[in-house]
């Protein structure tokens, strides 16, 4: 009889499988199994962790030191409150309809890829009544993030990248991974072969369109996460029309856009004319509904966007979609398309309205305490100004004097340096609480 131990794997004859050493563990020879397969070396170029994982990593050191501490959290942007009522009722119809014969065959079984035919109408209805966008250019998924790898691996490697910066870490880890980057450089805090295009309080926190170089994908979100600075639409216009002259194709995450007041600024970028041709938008119900753990979202793939060659560039996404997808959950769609409807709608403007006005609580606070503060209108975060100081730095003193979770401005890249971004995403009462730490602490 072969057998297994916790480190290694033997046939009988005591011959570790693959390639393997010795090792001396109390006392007991063991064996290590090792393959042969090399390690993708693109991995091998990210910096540490993930940054969402590697602040709850200090947020459960923090407990550990400080176990009697009520944590509050302004960090990870996960939102709090219930699913609205008339949201949860669609998932509940399809949810009980599962265990009928009769709603097996309606809400059952494998569905389409690109998502259920009237939840794409819903959506196209619902969102793009007013730009030529078609519910058969609408591609349901699990999300906006997991759309972005999935994009990413449509255009595989081989092709240059710009970013804003700062910006949702998984622009540039997702590019890294594909192997669109070089090496990290410790000098700038920056990958290697990737445009960082930076937005900061004087510019506006939109970057110098003008002065970017030609590449061929450019990542852009409005309102943009971490700033919550919303793109105007004669800066949308300029980056429509700086990314067809030089041949690139836009991925425009719109994530946030419910939560734009502005009306000079657009929530779809197909409010742009001509920019049908040259961009891709992702979205996702997740800040809309509360959706972040039930994963239901959608990226929009024009008819009129090609490749080099001519080749529909939605084509193949429908290709990535049917191979490496099954569509989203059935009840996830149910509860989109009660999104989608009239009383759903009305929820979900309802919850956006609660996130938005803890954001302008937080910004009060902060300002009051003479902060320099952006964002907290259009977006549900705050950025807030520590010029000079490190922002991990920040971080870690906010937490040891607070128990109060931000996120590092730094995290989301180097010109995020010396902010914190405050997500609005919580209870009142632990909002409140938080201004009131924090004006306790910082006026001290």
Not at 100 to 128: H, M, N, S, V, W
Request: proline share 4%.
């Amino acid at each position: 009889m072969s057998s297994l131990s916790s480190r290694g794997l033997r046939d009988t004859g005591g011959r570790a499988h693959g390639v393997s050493r010795g090792l001396s563990r109390r006392g007991l020879n063991q064996t290590i199994c090792m393959s042969t397969v090399t390690r993708n070396a693109n991995i091998g170029k990210l910096q540490a962790g993930y940054l969402f994982p590697e602040i709850a990593r200090r947020r459960n050191e923090h407990l550990e030191a400080n176990p009697d501490a009520k944590i509050i959290s302004l960090g990870i942007g996960d939102t709090t409150e219930p699913i609205p009522q008339p949201i949860v009722n669609g998932m509940v119809e399809s949810a009980k309809g599962l265990g009928t014969l009769d709603g097996y065959g309606k809400y059952g079984g494998y569905g389409a890829e690109q998502g259920q035919g009237p939840l794409r109408d819903a959506i196209a209805e619902r969102f793009y009544s007013h730009v030529d966008t078609g519910a058969a250019d609408i591609f349901v998924s699990d999300g906006s993030k997991c759309d972005i790898g999935r994009i990413q691996m449509m255009f595989g490697s081989g092709h240059s990248v710009s970013v804003q910066d700062p910006s949702y870490p998984a622009y540039v880890d997702t590019s890294v991974i594909i192997g669109n980057t070089g090496l990290f450089n410790d000098d700038t805090s920056q990958f290697n072969d990737i445009q960082y295009m930076a937005c900061t309080a004087g510019n506006g926190f939109f970057p110098d369109i003008d002065s970017a170089k030609k590449t061929d994908l450019v990542f852009f979100c409005s309102p943009n996460n971490p700033t919550g600075a919303a793109a105007t639409r004669e800066q949308l216009t300029k980056l429509v029309a700086k990314c067809k002259a030089d041949g690139s194709i836009l991925i425009y995450d719109a994530a946030y856009a419910i939560y734009i007041e502005n009306p000079d600024c657009p929530k779809t970028i197909y409010e742009i004319p001509g920019a049908d041709e040259v961009a891709i938008e992702t979205c996702s119900f997740s800040k809309y509904a509360g959706f972040t753990g039930l994963r239901l979202g959608w990226t929009v793939v024009p008819e009129n966007l090609t490749f080099s060659d001519g080749s529909k560039v939605k084509t193949d996404y429908n290709r990535i979609m049917t191979t490496c997808f099954n569509g989203a959950s059935n009840v996830a769609q149910a509860a989109g398309m009660a999104c989608c409807s009239d009383a759903g709608y009305k929820s979900m403007l309802d919850l956006v309205a609660y996130y938005k006005e803890n954001a302008l609580i937080l910004k009060k606070c902060f300002e009051e305490l003479g902060f320099e503060v952006y964002g907290g209108t259009d977006a549900p975060y705050v950025w807030v100004g520590f010029p000079g100081k490190n922002s991990w730095d920040v971080f870690a003193e906010i937490l040891s004097g607070t128990s109060i979770v931000t996120t590092p401005g730094a995290g989301f890249g180097p010109a995020g340096e010396g902010f914190v971004r405050a997500s609005a995403f919580g209870h009142r009462e632990n909002i409140l609480e938080a201004v009131d730490r924090l004006k306790d602490f910082f006026k001290k």
